[in-house]
C-alpha cells in the first residue's frame, strides 16, 4: 500500500539551513559528556570521580541500579582516536569501577560495553563511553516488554549516596594500578 504525501516547496527555507553552519558548530561544542566533568563531583552532576583524563559518571537514565559510564574527558568518537595512554587508562579504570560497583551493589554479573557511533548504537557518538551495568537474578522482567517502563528499586541519590564512598582514594588506587599495568 502507497500513501500519496504532498510536497511543499519552500527553497527560500534553503538559505536559512546553510546559514546555521555555526550554531551547529556552537552546539556540538556542548555536547554533556564535555560539560559535567567541568564542576567538582556531587549528586547534582552524578560524577563520582575525575582527573585531566577521564571520568566516572552515574548513568543519569540507569537501566539498573549502579549503572555507570567510563569516559574520557577528550571528546572523540572512536577507539582508535584516543592515545594510547588513555585507552590504557580508561580499560584500568574500568576494572577498578566494576570493583567499587560490585562492593557497594553486590551484583551478580555486569554487562559491560560501548557502542560507537551512530549506526553503532551510541547515544551520543560523538563521545566515547563504556557502560558498567550491574545485573541481579530476575532483574529482567515483563514490565519492559509490555508496558514500556523499567522498574528501578532505589533512586539515583541513593545510589550515588552509596557509590560515592567507594570512589575515595579512586585516584591513588588508578594511579598504582596504573605502573602495575
Same mark, same amino acid.
Given at each position: 500500500?502507497?500513501?500519496?504525501? /504532498?510536497?511543499?516547496?519552500?527553497?527560500?527555507?534553503?538559505?536559512?539551513? =546553510?546559514?546555521?553552519?555555526?550554531?551547529?558548530?556552537?552546539?556540538?561544542?556542548?555536547?554533556? #559528556?564535555?560539560?559535567?566533568?567541568?564542576?567538582?563531583?556531587?549528586?547534582?552532576?552524578?560524577?563520582? $570521580?575525575?582527573? /585531566?583524563?577521564? #571520568?566516572? %559518571?552515574?548513568?543519569?537514565?540507569?537501566?539498573?541500579?549502579?549503572?555507570? &559510564?567510563?569516559?574520557?574527558?577528550?571528546?572523540?568518537?572512536?577507539?582508535?582516536?584516543?592515545? &594510547?595512554?588513555?585507552?590504557?587508562?580508561?580499560?584500568?579504570?574500568?576494572?577498578?569501577?566494576?570493583?567499587?560497583?560490585?562492593?557497594? &551493589?553486590?551484583?551478580?554479573?555486569?554487562?559491560?560495553?560501548?557502542?560507537?557511533?551512530?549506526?553503532?548504537?551510541?547515544? %551520543?557518538?560523538?563521545?566515547?563511553?563504556?557502560? %558498567?551495568?550491574?545485573?541481579?537474578?530476575? /532483574?529482567?522482567? $515483563?514490565?519492559? =516488554?509490555?508496558?514500556?517502563?523499567?522498574?528501578?528499586? $532505589?533512586?539515583?541519590?541513593?545510589?550515588?549516596?552509596?557509590?560515592?564512598?567507594? #570512589?575515595?582514594? $579512586?585516584?591513588?588506587?588508578?594511579?598504582?594500578?596504573? %605502573? /602495575?599495568?
Amino acid at each position: 500500500m502507497s500513501v500519496d504525501v /504532498d510536497k511543499l516547496w519552500a527553497p527560500w527555507r534553503g538559505e536559512w539551513i =546553510l546559514s546555521q553552519k555555526d550554531e551547529a558548530k556552537t552546539a556540538e561544542k556542548l555536547c554533556p #559528556f564535555c560539560e559535567v566533568p567541568k564542576d567538582k563531583p556531587s549528586y547534582e552532576n552524578l560524577v563520582l $570521580f575525575k582527573n /585531566d583524563s577521564i #571520568f566516572v %559518571i552515574m548513568n543519569k537514565f540507569p537501566y539498573n541500579p549502579g549503572h555507570v &559510564m567510563i569516559i574520557p574527558r577528550s571528546h572523540c568518537g572512536s577507539p582508535t582516536d584516543l592515545p &594510547m595512554a588513555v585507552w590504557k587508562e580508561l580499560n584500568v579504570a574500568i576494572h577498578l569501577t566494576m570493583s567499587c560497583v560490585k562492593e557497594v &551493589m553486590t551484583p551478580l554479573g555486569f554487562n559491560l560495553g560501548m557502542n560507537v557511533g551512530k549506526i553503532g548504537g551510541a547515544g %551520543i557518538p560523538d563521545h566515547l563511553h563504556w557502560h %558498567i551495568l550491574p545485573r541481579w537474578g530476575g /532483574d529482567t522482567n $515483563f514490565m519492559p =516488554l509490555l508496558a514500556e517502563a523499567k522498574a528501578l528499586p $532505589f533512586h539515583n541519590k541513593t545510589v550515588y549516596e552509596k557509590l560515592a564512598p567507594a #570512589f575515595e582514594g $579512586f585516584a591513588e588506587k588508578l594511579s598504582k594500578a596504573m %605502573i /602495575d599495568a
